[in-house]
């Protein structure tokens, strides 16, 4: 089955977007090839593009605020493991904590190294990162694999609370949701929302095997899923015939 999330509105896409980079990151850093280390540095780059934004740290912090205040309404709850609820406490607390003493933006520290904000000047120009255009770049990416991965290790340190925070918050999120199965028709599938209730993400998952591609909007109101699939000339055109999928609606 493929997973495909779509999200309902600009926090959630940033933070689907972080994910994605962190993810990435996540699979470089361990390898021990110098043009890995440098798609390293590029995914950690982007990450700080992406967190720039001036209110993205205070969000989590509302949102983690938020998710706490929802669970302990269950505190004392007979329905609920107290056990379990405390476990998942402890980890927004954990994450609440390490964000908020974190001075400034995210990744704020890393702006004030000069020989890191050297190579992110010219990283994005294609070619740019030549040995004679940065001889201390190409020097690094000399050194043995250990030794550039302790850099980056040092480096990525500065967004550890940030991506802590982000893994509460979205498997929160997703645990909110309840999947259920559904049938398109013709191709097209769409559900309205009920009023009164936000929902911040939506979760599909179909079979690979039916080659489908989803095509997700949505709104506050409605979602709208038309399935494509890709033609051998590498067009998207509408696939016509009914098909199952499972649907998870997130808030």
């Known amino acids: 089955m493929v997973l495909y999330e779509y999200p309902f509105n600009e926090s959630i896409r940033t933070m689907l ?12 850093m361990p390898r021990d090839a110098a043009v890995d280390h440098h798609f390293a540095l590029v995914t950690l780059f982007e990450i700080m593009d992406v967190s720039a ?25 007979p329905q609920v493991s107290q056990a379990a609820l405390d476990q998942v406490i402890a980890r927004i607390d954990h994450a609440f904590d390490g964000l908020n003493h974190q001075a400034g933006k995210a990744a704020q520290s890393l702006s004030n190294n ?50 802590e925070a982000l893994q509460v918050l979205l498997q929160l999120l997703r645990d909110a949701g309840a999947p259920h199965k559904v049938m ?11 009023q009164g209730r936000s929902y911040q993400l939506l979760r599909m998952r179909i079979d690979e095997t039916t080659g489908l591609i989803p095509e997700i909007t949505g709104h506050r ?15 998207m055109r509408p696939a016509n015939e009914d098909s199952a999928f499972e649907l998870s609606l997130c808030s």
């Open 184 to 194: 398109s028709t013709g191709g097209q599938y769409q559900q309205s929302l009920p």
């Open 17 to 28: 977007r972080l994910e994605h980079l962190f993810d990435r990151l996540g699979q470089l």
């Open 53 to 77: 934004r001036a209110d993205l740290k205070s969000d989590l912090l509302k949102e983690l605020e938020r998710h706490k205040a929802q669970l302990m309404a269950y505190r004392g709850s």
């Open 114 to 163: 000069e020989w890191l904000m050297s190579v992110r000047s010219r990283i994005s120009i294609p070619g740019g990162t030549c040995e004679f255009d940065l001889p201390a770049y190409y020097a690094w990416q000399q050194k043995d694999g250990a030794q550039r991965r302790a850099d980056l290790n040092s480096w990525v340190a500065a967004l550890a609370p940030l991506a």
């Open 221 to 235: 109101l409605m979602v709208s899923i038309r399935l494509m699939r890709c033609e051998p000339d590498g067009r």
